[in-house]
């Protein structure tokens, strides 16, 4: 598999060629410098979200879904949150 950083997301898709593998345990583990590309911890939760047609997996680090529903709610709510 493959793992890169898209406008702050972490993009894991299914290569042949890739360096990474999924452990025996199937979990997909992050190497240190894609964690710190999003500013990840250790033990950070993080949505995930998987699009198979795509054979890829998303990863939305915590910063990233503030941004995502503070723009929803902007939209929603005109900018001035009632």
Not at 3 to 28: C, M, N, T
């Amino acid at each position: 598999m493959s793992i890169r950083e898209r406008h702050g997301l972490i993009v894991v898709s299914a290569d042949p060629q890739g360096v990474f593998k999924v452990a025996k345990e199937g979990h997909v583990r992050l190497p240190a410098v894609v964690r710190q590309w999003c500013g990840l911890a250790a033990g950070d939760r993080v949505l995930i979200v998987a699009e198979p047609a795509s054979g890829r997996l998303v990863v939305h680090p915590p910063a990233k879904l503030d941004e995502l529903i503070a723009h929803a709610h902007d939209a929603v709510f005109g900018g001035g949150h009632e």
